[in-house]
């Protein structure tokens, strides 16, 4: 069974396009993630949500929006998509008392043509 | 000049040699020290967690820090083809929320 799962794997798109991008664990974990990893595999995070609430919103255009409908799915919708979206996105999600012990996703590659 | 500097390699070891991989900070409230290791096309995963100054080992794998120097390390023992991927530290200051602060990764590469 898949910790953390994301869909989809690979997304093709225009530049002004909307998508988005889902997320799901599995492990009872409280505290869910976005990181973005560029094409020097930087990873950088994006947002962080607990329990559905967002608690990390780091200096991220308004056109990524994340929505976390329950504390087991974090979504990512990324409005009017540019060249420089293009990287690898990432779901994480860590338990409440290990909470910088993060479990990954395999990753959503996004290329923005 | 970024946080976390770590060395991109590629290093390339022949199997059965002892590798290090190190990382440097410039923010002294870095408490939590972690290494991920990452395989190609794959998200990354959880090796080694410490927490203040000090060694940790399992199996193959020892962490330090020595956080006087600002410097992290990660030693790997009788290295094997399966541990080529890129090896990520991060690090996080307390009360941050879980923001966990990465380096670029150092990517290695084991031959036989």
């Known amino acids: 069974d898949t910790a953390v799962s994301q869909t989809p794997k690979y997304l093709v798109t225009q530049m002004g396009n909307d998508k988005s991008i889902k997320c799901e664990q599995n492990?009872?974990?409280?505290?869910m993630y976005w990181y973005k990893q560029d094409s020097k595999k930087f990873l950088k995070i994006m947002f962080s949500y607990n329990n559905k609430e967002l608690i990390i919103n780091e200096t991220v255009p308004n056109r990524f929006s994340p929505k976390s409908p329950d504390k087991a799915h974090l979504n990512l919708h990324i409005n009017s998509l540019e060249l420089g979206d293009s990287a690898v996105y990432f779901c994480?999600?860590?338990?409440?008392?290990?909470?910088?012990?993060?479990?990954f996703g395999a990753g959503s590659r996004l290329t923005v043509l | 000049q970024k946080e976390v500097e770590q060395d991109p390699g590629p290093l390339s070891v022949p199997e059965g040699a002892i590798v290090s991989l190190n990382c440097t900070y410039s923010?002294?409230?870095?408490?939590?020290f972690m290494w991920y290791r990452q395989y190609s096309r794959k998200g990354p995963e959880l090796l080694m967690y410490?927490?203040?100054?000090g060694n940790k080992e399992d199996g193959r794998f020892t962490a330090q820090v020595d956080k006087s120097s600002k410097y992290i390390s990660l030693f790997i023992r009788d290295s094997q083809p399966s541990d080529s991927a890129t090896y990520l530290c991060?690090?996080?200051?307390?009360?941050?929320?879980?923001?966990?602060?990465f380096g670029t990764g150092t990517r290695l590469q084991v031959t036989l």
């Open positions: 492990l009872g974990h409280d505290t």
């Open positions: 923010n002294s409230a870095f408490q939590y």
């Open positions: 994480a999600s860590s338990p409440p008392a290990g909470a910088n012990v993060l479990t």
């Open positions: 991060a690090m996080e200051r307390p009360g941050t929320a879980s923001k966990l602060t």
């Open positions: 410490t927490y203040s100054s």
